[in-house]
């Protein structure tokens, strides 16, 4: 069975390293590659007859360091590592400035070929050593990257100045015929260029480091619970197993996610939910790890821990969702595979065409060769979609809403309808019996019967039940059998072979006289009782659905409840079209319907609608902090009180594609323009080398907009 890889990789410089090494794996056949160059993690799912050794060698041979990923801790990052970007731009700095200095000062010393050449040669190993090996590996393997254009560009002055300083010693001129200064400057801005880069990435990856950041740390287990002996041990929360019993306070963050057994608090989930008033929690309420206790106290049972809690599952989400491509990047990685290849033949040709046909001399030819190479820029493109999708993403999650993937928002910003459940969806879903109509029946075996065969059963109305007749006195009926039948109700047999059914007309076989409620109870066919439900439609229900008419979207609502409830409801909240009395399948079959006329959203619980949200283009799970919404859904919306989180991620989506597009624009007509222009020397090789830097920011920099621009919203 196919499970997931994470590699650690070092010597990753730019977007288009990563892009080398994910058709390198994408060529061998692995699926869902995943390539952070920012974090050098490298994650792929595996397939049979390839080994994770050979996936290490394959992509060390591109001139990387590849090793099984091991979390880092809080010491080891604070370590001085010698071959960070920063400690060689450090170093290239210290031995480029000199070289610059002769330019601009009378200093002898300055001027003498021999002191400028070792003065570049520690920054050449540096290039060599940073960009050349990972150069090697791309032309070894045919997917060359940027940091061939970064090499040529140096080694060909590096080159060029030993020749002339050789042919030329003892000229006059020899001092202009040298270019060490532009060998070593092309390799210390590049390297400014990427700390700059790296420094505005980890501005797009802000959420991830705020949700990383919420992780509790410690928990207090509570030994031998209930008894004299009980006593609280510190430890750390990943330690924590099923069905400890946790002590937290005032001020805590809670550790584990889990059921509460004792106590009464308020509790802060803004970091998870984006809400900003606090929750009132008390006995088997469920709590969240990472959220915090305002005032009171609880004793928990832990349910999750560690890497099983929602939290961990939310920063697991936002870490991998913005790498997955939207559909518009193959643009982008289409012109990027054949842009390195394409720029190397411009440079030659920029080179004889200037020596042979303009005549100029061969140092300015070389030059003007040189700075096509180094301004050149496919990492802009490479950049263009991951960092919008990226800010996109971190905008909604830190608003609570979990969004899997730039293809998620791609398709999202496209939907032509959007399909919603009703219970849960448009309403409170604080569902609450209205009335019991008892027919040819004792009222406390009806009662026992709701109270035991519903909590056999996930669906809104059987939890209401069960709870609301959990303390009816136990009668001796002895079931055989018990079970649910999805979409239509509860089945038991006892052991006389009564047959007993609690569920909707058509499952109870109700007849046509007593149709129009939403629960029937029988006994072997006969009508023992009828249940009337309420819920009370969401405040902000209307104002969504408005919301999206307005954006032209069509709007359905698709409900298993009775029609007289969904005509009201569908009325008074305008929707385009109203579907009710919906099995399961039928729910699917109708969002099939839909999806043949474009691209359809579904919004529902997460759990009973879970076939339709997964046939939709969209699946959206509302109000579920649950593990099946986190695995299943393309979007979560963990905020229990507010539809805010829909129309803000439709509204991120759209703002994101288009700054996808911005980016894209400015990536391929910045190379549009640039190149030219080095090419017919208007631009020398550093100012080359520096433009190219900032062009990365600058689709970075765009990129961010999108976290502080206003959006529209629901009101």
């Known amino acids: 069975m196919p499970k997931k890889i994470q590699l650690s990789v070092s010597g990753m410089t730019c977007a288009s390293c990563a892009q080398s090494i994910s058709r390198k794996l994408e060529s061998n056949g692995l699926k869902d590659v995943l390539v952070n160059y920012n974090s050098g ?44 970007t920063e400690t060689l731009f450090l170093i290239s700095a210290i031995f480029t400035i000199p070289l610059l200095l002769h330019m601009f000062i009378p200093f002898h010393l300055f001027h003498l070929p021999l002191f400028q050449f070792f003065m570049t040669l520690p920054v050449m190993f540096i290039g060599l050593k940073h960009f050349g090996r990972s150069a090697w590996g791309s032309v070894k393997t045919r997917h060359l990257n940027m940091d061939v254009l970064i090499s040529l560009g140096s080694i060909s002055s590096f080159v060029y100045s030993i020749l002339s300083w050789y042919f030329f010693y003892g000229s006059p001129s020899i001092s202009s015929q040298l270019y060490f200064e532009t060998a070593a400057t092309i390799i210390t801005l590049v390297l400014l260029g990427n700390i700059i880069e790296k420094g505005s990435l980890k501005k797009t990856q802000s959420s991830l480091t705020h949700l990383t950041k919420i992780q509790p740390l410690k928990a207090r287990k509570i030994e031998n619970a209930l008894t004299d002996n009980e006593s609280l041990v510190n430890l750390l929360a990943h330690q924590l197993k099923l069905n400890d019993l946790i002590l937290v306070n005032t001020g805590d963050k809670i550790p584990a996610d889990g059921l509460i057994y004792e106590g009464e608090v308020e509790v802060d989930e803004s970091m998870m939910t984006g ?68 720029v190397v033949f411009i440079s030659f040709v920029t080179f004889f065409i200037s020596y042979f046909n303009l005549e100029l001399s061969f140092s300015d030819a070389l030059l003007r060769s040189i700075a096509v190479l180094v301004i050149s820029c496919p990492c802009a493109m490479g950049l263009a979609t991951p960092t919008a999708v990226a800010v996109g993403i971190g905008r909604a999650a830190r608003s609570g809403v979990l969004v899997k993937g730039g293809d998620t928002l791609e398709k999202l910003s496209g939907i032509k309808q959007i399909i919603f459940d009703k219970t849960g969806t448009l309403t409170q879903g604080k569902i609450s019996v209205k009335e019991i109509n008892y ?66 007309q058509r499952f109870t076989e109700a007849p046509v006289s007593i149709e129009g409620h939403q629960v029937y109870v029988s006994i072997n066919s006969q009508i023992i009782a009828t249940v009337d439900f309420e819920d009370p439609v969401r405040d902000d229900a209307l104002s969504m659905v408005t919301f999206f008419k307005e954006q032209g979207i069509k709007t359905i609502l698709l409900s298993g409840d009775l029609p007289k409830i969904c005509d009201s409801i569908g009325q008074y909240l305008g929707v385009d079209e109203i579907y009710s009395s919906q099995l399961p399948q039928m729910k699917v079959d109708v969002v099939e319907k ?12 997460g759990i009973n609608d879970a076939p339709a949200l997964a046939i939709a283009e969209v699946g959206i799970a509302v109000n579920s902090g649950t593990q099946i919404a986190i695995q299943t859904a393309d979007i979560v919306l963990l905020s229990q009180h507010e539809l805010n989180g829909l129309s803000l991620a439709y509204s991120i989506s759209k703002e994101t594609l288009r700054t996808i597009k911005q980016n894209l624009f400015w990536a391929l007509g910045y190379n549009v323009v640039a190149i030219p222009l080095a090419a017919l020397g208007y631009l020398n090789p550093m100012l080359a080398s520096l433009s190219m830097a900032f062009s990365d920011v600058v689709v970075i920099g765009n990129s961010l907009r999108i976290h502080f621009k206003k959006l529209p919203l629901i009101s």
């Open 439 to 504: 027919i040819h029946s004792d009222k406390k075996r009806t009662e026992f019967l709701m109270s035991i065969m519903e909590k056999y059963s996930n669906h809104p109305y059987a939890k209401v039940l069960s709870e609301k007749f959990a303390d009816v006195p136990y009668l001796p009926i002895q079931f055989q059998e018990i079970n649910e039948v999805a979409g239509h109700g509860v089945f038991a047999k006892d052991k006389e072979q009564n047959i007993y059914k609690i569920g909707s």
């Open 594 to 605: 839909y999806q043949l006329q474009g691209k359809t959203a579904m919004v529902g619980d």
């Open 275 to 342: 809400e900003s008033l606090p929750i009132k929690k008390t006995i088997n309420d469920y709590v969240l790890s990472g959220t915090i206790v305002l005032s009171g106290y609880i004793k928990v049972i832990v349910k999750e821990s560690g890497s099983s809690t929602v939290l961990s599952k939310m920063i697991e989400v936002v870490k991998t969702s913005a790498l997955r491509k939207p559909e518009i990047q193959r643009l982008g990685d289409v012109v990027s595979s054949f842009f390195v290849p394409v």
């Open 41 to 84: 993690d490298v994650e792929f799912e595996t397939i049979d007859g390839i080994s994770t050794e050979q996936i290490i060698s394959d992509i060390n041979g591109l001139g990387f360091k590849a090793s099984i990923y091991q979390e880092k801790s809080a010491s080891d990052l604070k370590k001085w590592n010698w071959n960070s």
